[in-house]
């Protein structure tokens, strides 16, 4: 057993203001299966890179591990995946190689293909094998599920399962779930340490929000009362000291100045206790709701279709060249419907997806599309993303103000709206396609794996919205947990 010991990090991107990390101390043991989440931007991949040593930082990192990041960049692709191998892990031997794929349920032809012939998943499973095999390293393993199908990623779980020593970034719950012994949060003020999954970790944050929520709205009721009796009691001090002032009575008599003075002396403590009291309430409150995540309600602007059936597809195959992509299928669009498009990588969900809007794609069988049907789109693709947000906004013909107003509910910063969009994060990319689609007002929405980077805080707002609008949509998404919620009804997709 050893450890990762970190003290003091401090970290800020030059030329920025706000510190990423401010005098974060954590000690990580290297036998745990860690997880690691937090909101799009909080800086989840930096904290990597300044483990693997990339970025100057303040403060010390030490660690008898060293670390290896995935996705590992493969040089030679065009290269046989043996060879592939045997570059990153040289000290392994084939048959520990077998084993490992054998595991991941990969078979061993794939080693004897040239790299890039592999699909994504099959490189996403060979590179995670083959980083296993490296001795004394710690894993840092950065979204690995983007690639992989639901029986992809129930098979890398299952895989990792067996591992120990890794810190895992993903926002997949029931992946975080199945995989992970301990937790590392990014909250907004702070990085949290838990034992647990991503449950446990979410179950403890709601508890701590509900009493954090309570007890500030105790103190301000406290600090309200402590208000109104300060006021009270600066009421009862200027009459103690006009009467103090005042000559003689009706009596004639002269005001007995000892026990105005004892009075005035009681009162003058009371007051400095309320004083007291109430900076003191101020205080706690102040160190109060300070992580608590603001999961703001989005809305949807949606167009009532004047039919009952908005696309029907029978029998419809697709083709690449002379190759048939999927068998025949054949599934009905309603109003109402959120229908998942499921099927294994490469079985032509996103193929379809683009054919029914429109794309020249050489197919068999009939399709249906209602006159005057206006669909809102999400690509998978990011990679087309640049320019400032307000250029993207025109180019889309989209309200300005709304599509900002969309992307602060889902954890922008009003600083990341001065940067360019090819500056922005895998996540924060996939949030402005899904903000310019709810800007849209449409009959159907098409969705191309919608949450693929996207943190787990604005997973659960859409799922929110989804299911208070019931907007018509047709999408493809590998989330389980998402698409237990969300689908009404399933369609698969078969080679």
């Known amino acids: ?46 904290f990597l890179k300044l483990l693997m040593g990339q970025y100057e930082y303040r403060g010390s990192i030490v660690s008898t591990v060293q670390f290896d990041y995935f996705p590992f960049e493969v040089e030679q692709k065009q290269n046989n995946t043996i060879d592939v191998v045997e570059q990153i892990a040289p000290e392994c031997e084939y048959w520990q190689i077998k084993k490992e794929l054998s595991l991941l349920e990969v078979e061993e032809e794939v080693l004897w293909r040239p790299y890039y012939h592999l699909s994504n998943g099959e490189q996403t499973k060979v590179l995670l094998a083959t980083l296993f095999l490296r001795k004394n390293h710690f894993l840092l393993i950065d979204e690995p ?28 719950r029931q992946f975080l779930d199945d995989t992970i012994d301990h937790i590392l949060s990014i909250n907004r003020q702070n990085i949290e340490l838990q034992k647990g999954n991503f449950s446990t970790w979410q179950q403890n944050k709601q508890r701590q929000d509900a009493f954090e929520i309570a007890e500030n709205e105790k103190l301000k009721r406290e600090i309200q009362s402590l208000t109104a009796a300060a006021r009270k009691t600066a009421d009862w001090s200027n009459k103690v000291e006009k009467t103090k002032k005042a000559g003689k009575d009706s009596s004639g008599l002269k005001p007995d100045k000892g026990y105005i003075g004892h009075k005035a002396a009681k009162m003058m403590k009371r007051s400095m206790s309320i004083t007291n009291r109430k900076e003191e309430a101020i205080e706690q409150k102040s160190k109060l709701l300070k992580n608590i995540e603001k999961e703001e309600n989005l809305k949807l602007s949606l167009l009532q279709y004047h039919k009952m059936t908005l696309l029907e597809c029978k029998e419809v195959s697709l083709y690449y060249g ?20 499921q099927g294994g990588n490469g079985t032509g969900k996103t193929s379809l997806l683009k054919w029914i809007l429109g794309e020249q794609i050489t197919f068999e069988g009939q399709i249906q599309k209602g006159a005057g049907l206006k669909i809102s789109y999400v690509s998978q693709d990011t990679s087309h993303l640049s320019g400032t947000l307000q250029e993207y906004a025109e180019k889309e013909k989209i309200r300005y103000s709304l599509f900002l107003g969309i992307l602060r509910k889902l954890g922008f910063s009003r600083e990341q709206f001065d940067k360019k969009i090819e500056d922005f994060s895998g996540g924060q990319k996939k949030k402005v396609l899904l903000s310019k689609s709810l800007c849209q007002s449409a009959h159907l929405y098409v969705w191309d794996e919608p949450l693929n980077f996207v943190d787990v805080l604005s997973r659960i707002q859409i799922e929110t919205l989804l299911l208070e609008y019931q907007p018509t949509m047709l999408f493809v998404e590998h989330d389980a947990a998402f698409i237990q919620k969300i689908a009404t009804k399933c369609v698969t997709l078969n080679a």
Not at 322 to 341: H, M, N, T, W, Y
């Open 322 to 341: 002379e190759k048939k992509v999927f068998q025949p299928v054949s599934f009905c669009v309603q109003r109402g419907d959120r229908i998942a498009l």
């Open 145 to 172: 599920t983007n690639h992989l199908d639901a029986l992809g990623r129930k098979t890398v779980s299952n895989y990792l399962k067996r591992k120990k020593g890794f810190l895992l970034v993903s926002h997949d």
């Open 1 to 46: 057993m050893s450890f990762i010991q970190i003290s003091h990090l401090t970290f800020g991107y030059d030329g920025s203001y706000d510190l990423i990390f401010d005098d974060v101390s954590l000690r990580l043991d290297t036998d745990w299966k860690l997880g690691f989440t937090g909101r799009n931007g909080r800086g989840k991949t930096t």
